[in-house]
């Protein structure tokens, strides 16, 4: 707390920054655009005019930049001869940047929203304004939770870049994978008791913590029905279970954070090692669209960029054998599965 | 009183050992010089007794406690590393309130310093050059005045003036707070200067330890002239710590007794016989050349 309240105006910049983006995007557009503009024939707002869509993406963008700009001082080794010997416990000095990111995005979002729904009200937009509170908790909740998720995942990297490029990852590969998946089962079709397919082809990452509690509140607001949830609330509600466990394992759990691994390879299970097949096999079975030639050049491509995923993360061009087997077999494998889904 | 104690430690990064069973204790009040070639070990082990690492096998203990994550003695420790950490944009103010925030700063001793070394602390911290960086966390180190100081290449970057400043404040924190002051570094004549005993890193381990006065005053180094040639052989009797030849020049560094050894001298005839003083930074070289270094 005392670190906190020492060092409260250095939140003031990047709150500032985020603001500023915040009304750019989202509060700007309310202001210059023309409420006519936003209904349907019959008078009503259509779906999407509360320009919700934004505010739910600009929540994404700040969940994602608030726990590289905290936590990436503890990725250099100069951050980490401060803070770790300081004296505070790896617990608390993990809780307080936490907190202090929480400040950060809840702060920019409060000030955001209240810009945009005072917009919204000023300019005479006829929606229901009621349902403006359950969609301010609603993402409130969101975002904290995709936050809590971005700084789990972050923390699991030993390097800035890294720790970015896990965080955009799981923003991007779960969706490819829940996408290959629902390709697979609706070209093979097993009889596998229980699973059922919605057919909804969303995109299904973290991000939904934020886009389908945004879209869904929204569409109160508008009093549109067009939203189709799908199967988005259970996802919502398995993603929420997954943040909330991954920031309590990471706040609780520090015993293997070791500030002699900063700048070192990021092995973590839930990095690299675990995305970059995924996002492979995901790509490959996903785009079983193509004749046959044409999807044996993209696999290879695939292939290859996966390949430079290995580079990168053994920060070398000869790749571990490990790593060379796992990509050769997950592009095998694939690209037989994506063949047999083009048949 | 033995203050800190370092029992059997064993760090490696990956397959690269870095200590390899260390040990070493450190009284209280004492100003400790760690020395060592580039790479031997000292930074790592500055981070281990801060509490920065843990140790792979082994302990550290400090007044008795384990250091690692442990808050009530790491309250008691400041460590300041070879290139310490600033935010982009931070000022010197804004520093010390993030150490304020967690060690019980004396704000008089701090200005006292920073205005000695007449430093801005409004300014960001990245305007100042290489020596006056230095000079703020010394001055901020020194205003914590905690118990143990762990002081990586502290010298770096300063000029002799700053030099002599920090090394009165050193002995002023040692002397009338008992501070336990650790200090890595290359300079070994500013070492020499304020520090009683030493230990020497090499091979992951601590190779060569003790009170400096101790260990120099037990050292005699002469530079004597010959009529005639004579060699290393002729001394084979003595312990002797180092060696060389320019022309008919002989200077030879001893362990034992000096008369003893001035009477044997004396039987070869010599034209000149001149005792230098022996320096820490010949006992330094004289240990890593026993170990094959500088040939």
Known sequence: MKYLKQNYKRMIKPVVFLVIIGFLVYVLPILIGNVEDKLNSSGMPYSGASNVAVLAIYLIGVAIFIPIYEFSVLKTKRGADLYYSLPINKKTLYTTLYVKGLIELTTAYVLVFILGITTTFIKGYPFNYVYYLPLFFGLLVGLILYYSFNVSVFLRSNSTIDGALFVVGYTFIPAMFYLSIISMVAAFNPQIPYLKIDGYRGFNSPTLLLYHIGMYLASFVERATSYQPGSHHIMSGIWAGISVAAILLTLFNTKYDKPEDIQQISRSWFGYKTLIPIAQFSFIVGISFFDIPALLVYAFIITAVSYVGYVIYERKFIISLYSFITLLSVGVISTIISILESL | ?295
Request: charged share 25%; hydrophobic share 40%; glycine share 6%.
């Open chain 2, 1 to 295: 009183m033995t203050v800190i104690e370092i029992r059997n430690v064993y760090k490696s990064f990956g397959s690269n050992n870095v200590l390899n069973d260390l040990s070493l204790t450190i009284k209280k009040g004492s100003i400790f010089g760690l020395v060592g070639i580039n790479g031997a070990g000292k930074s790592t082990l500055l981070r281990l007794i801060s509490g920065v690492y843990r140790c792979d096998q082994g302990s550290i203990h400090i007044e008795g406690e384990r250091v690692f994550e442990n808050k009530h003695i790491k309250e008691k420790i400041f460590f300041l590393p070879d290139d310490p950490y600033y935010a982009y944009n931070l000022t010197g103010l804004e520093l010390k309130n993030l150490y304020g925030s967690y060690y019980d700063l004396d704000e008089a001793l701090l200005y006292k310093h920073l205005d000695t070394f007449k430093l801005d602390i409004q300014k960001p911290i990245h305007n100042y050059s290489k020596g006056m960086k230095r000079q703020l966390f010394i001055s901020l180190a020194i205003a914590c005045k905690p118990q143990y100081i762990l002081l990586d290449e502290v010298f770096d970057g300063l000029d002799p003036l700053a030099r002599l400043h920090f090394k009165r404040a050193i002995i002023e924190l040692s002397t009338n707070h008992q501070s336990t002051i650790i200090i890595s570094s290359h300079a070994l004549r500013e070492l020499e200067d304020i520090c009683d005993s030493y230990g020497l890193i090499d091979h992951q381990t601590i190779v060569s330890e003790g009170e400096i006065a101790s260990i120099l005053s037990d050292m005699y180094k002469f530079q004597v002239a010959f009529k005639k040639e004579v060699s290393r052989k002729d001394f084979k009797d003595f312990d002797v710590k180092s060696y060389s030849v320019e022309g008919k020049i002989i200077k030879i560094a001893i362990k034992g007794n000096k008369d003893t050894f001035l009477k044997y001298i004396e039987s070869f005839d010599p034209i000149l016989i001149d005792e230098i003083n022996v320096s820490f930074e010949d006992l330094f070289i004289k240990e890593v050349e026993a170990r094959g270094y500088l040939k």
